[in-house]
């Protein structure tokens, strides 16, 4: 017996070969062929939840429209859908992160290299065991996540607003916190993962208003993103945003001092981060070094891990690429602009070992 109400399951995939529709479910790896374009009148019927015996009643050939949703329906392609407003319980998205998506980043990583190794002949045996190759399978996963991306997507600007309308910001003289955490800064425009009183992803750009911005800082937030072209976009909406003779404050790990505590076999400068990071697991200087360099992260860390390692050279060149100048190398909490000296607001830019700072403090003017 049918359910009152079917729609069409995210995880569905529509393909076309050899004359013929084929429908594929992610949620059962079951698939239906037809060479009736019916089909996808049917299916087109299902964009939105509807009654299947109401959809084949109206359709012009109710008995062959009915046995294909109950065809589609069987291999998942259509699912249940419910008919009421029933209250969903609120979750906090973030939660789920570590519980779908790190565990579903190392499969990816695991899949990625067992299709590098297999032959023709085991992708063969899969075929004929399920009915469903490889290549259709993958198309069926990369569905279900571009269809979860464009949901998600959707819903990004209206959540921009909604908090930009509650923090109700002047339209010029900002200064913007990038990568706040739980320290905010008064006065400051604080922006982070939620639930900050700005919450968004760096990569969907700074919700501002060209040359709207006095001064931006970040601390401990540029390493975390791909270089060059994450680290690229996020300087480039920092200079977008920043008023002519704006300022930026740029806190990142000290790679140049790493470096040099290496190659001297610095014990104290490697083991002293212990006192700041004790959960630092250092087993040789090798591992400290690269680990703070952003080498070798687990693929389902995702923003925790270091991406990439500055010094002043390489900092100051994407600064340049960007177009900002009178780039200078700074000291904890030593700025020519008084509203910059906010270095307190982060642990990870006071820590030190003997004064020797783990940061490398940079400023740059628009």
């Avoid at 979750?91 to 297999?118: C, F, H, K, N, T």
């Avoid at 923090?167 to 993962?193: I, Y």
């Avoid at 090798?286 to 070798?296: I, Q």
């Avoid at 900092?315 to 020519?336: E, K, M, N, P, W």
Wanted: charged share 20%; aromatic share 8%.
């Amino acid at each position: 017996m049918l359910p009152r109400t079917l729609a069409i399951s995210l995880h569905t995939v529509i393909q076309f070969a050899d004359g013929a529709i084929w429908v594929h479910s992610a949620d059962t790896d079951q698939s239906l062929s037809s060479s009736d374009s019916g089909l996808l009148q049917v299916l087109a019927a299902f964009r939105t939840p509807a009654d299947p015996e109401v959809v084949a009643r109206e359709s012009a050939r109710p008995a062959v429209a009915l046995q294909q949703i109950v065809e589609l329906t069987a291999i998942g392609a259509l699912v249940g859908a419910a008919a009421s407003d029933a209250e969903v319980p609120e979750i906090e998205p973030g939660r789920l992160v570590p519980q779908y998506m790190s565990p579903l980043a190392a499969s990816l990583d695991s899949l990625a290299g067992a299709l590098g190794a297999i032959g023709p002949t085991v992708a063969q045996a899969i075929r004929e065991e399920s009915g469903v190759g490889l290549e259709a399978r993958l198309i069926a996963i990369t569905s279900g996540l571009v269809a979860l991306q464009q949901v998600i997507g959707s819903r990004i600007p209206g959540w921009i607003d909604q908090q930009l309308r509650r923090l109700d910001l002047p339209e010029r003289g900002l200064s913007v916190h990038v990568g706040a955490g739980s320290s905010h800064l008064e006065g400051w425009v604080n922006v982070d993962l939620w639930p900050a009183p700005l919450s968004l992803d760096f990569r969907w750009g700074l919700p501002f208003a060209a040359g709207s911005t006095d001064r931006v800082y970040l601390s401990h937030v540029l390493e975390h993103a791909y270089y060059p072209n994450e680290a690229l976009q996020l300087l480039r909406e920092i200079h977008r945003v920043l008023r002519p003779g704006g300022r930026v404050r740029i806190v990142v790990p000290d790679i140049e001092a790493c470096i040099a505590a290496y190659c001297a076999n610095d014990r104290r400068f490697i083991e002293g981060r212990r006192e700041h990071w004790p959960d630092w697991n250092i087993r040789t200087r090798m591992e400290s070094f690269l680990g703070f360099a952003g080498v070798g992260p687990h693929p389902g860390m995702f923003g925790e891990t270091h991406k990439w390692g500055y010094d002043f050279e390489t900092l100051a060149h994407v600064l340049t690429q960007v177009g900002f100048v009178d780039i200078r190398r700074c000291g904890y909490q030593a700025s020519t602009d008084l509203a910059l000296r906010v270095d307190h607001a982060s642990a990870w830019a006071g820590a030190n070992v003997d004064g020797s700072y783990y940061s490398l403090f940079v400023e740059a003017q628009r």
